[in-house]
Structures are given as C-alpha cells and as structure tokens.
C-alpha cells in the first residue's frame, strides 16, 4: 500500500517562502512520477507540479511558474515543493499524489493520480 506524507505547512507573509515535503513508502518510489495540488477553501483541487521518476522532467501551472520549484531526492524517496514569492492567493491545502502506472510521464490532471496524501495546510498572510 503507498503511503504519503506532507509536512512543512505553515503561516507565513506574503513574500515569504516555505519547502514543503512529502515522503513516500509503499511502493519504489524511484519509478513513479509525483505530482503537487492544492485545494483552497470553496475551490477545487489544482494543479500545483510534477515531476518525472529520474526528476528530469517537470511541469508547472502557470500560476506558479518562476515562484514554485519541484523536485525529488529518490533516495530519500521524498519530493519537495519549493515555494518562492508566496501570495495570499497560494493559500490552500496541498496534497502530493503519485500514481501505480510504472514511469509514466507527470501529468497535470488529477485523475491520471491513484494515491493522495492527507494535505498540509499553507497559509500565506498580506
């Protein structure tokens, strides 16, 4: 059974920065891409990142191009979601995901996703 882990959720002033992590059991964790999303109150869940099984491939949404960085340490089996430049706006929940299908691409859209975390919360302060 895959498990996921989020942490490094915090409050923080818009400006600011935050690493968030997500660590992964249950599965190898090298062969599966990861991907990021978030929920905000009274919104659905979106597209955050994600990032291919080696980490050579990553994919954004355009809301968070040039401010959020993915990435993944596979021997830690853990992914990492560098968040610069926070806004109000980015507050929400964010999930990691991955999926069962062996070294398919990242993919931006929720479905193609078979596991979830159970979220950190991130508050971003004006």
């Known amino acids: 059974q895959v498990h996921l882990v989020e942490s490094g959720g915090a409050l923080v002033q818009a400006g600011g920065s935050l690493r968030l992590s997500c660590a992964a059991s249950?599965?190898?964790?090298?062969?599966?891409?990861m991907g990021w999303f978030r929920q905000a109150p009274g919104k659905e869940r979106e597209f955050v990142a994600a990032i291919s099984w080696s980490g050579a491939t990553t994919l954004y949404a355009d809301s968070v191009k040039g401010r959020f960085t993915i990435s993944r340490d596979n021997a830690k089996s853990t992914v990492y979601l560098q968040m610069t430049s926070l806004k109000p706006e980015d507050t929400a929940v964010f999930y990691c995901?991955?999926?069962?299908?062996?070294?398919?691409?990242?993919?931006?859209?929720?479905?193609?996703?078979?596991?979830w975390g159970q979220g950190t919360q991130v508050t971003v302060s004006s």
């Open positions: 249950g599965h190898t964790f090298s062969d599966y891409a």
């Open positions: 995901a991955t999926n069962g299908r062996w070294r398919l691409p990242p993919q931006a859209m929720s479905s193609a996703y078979d596991y």
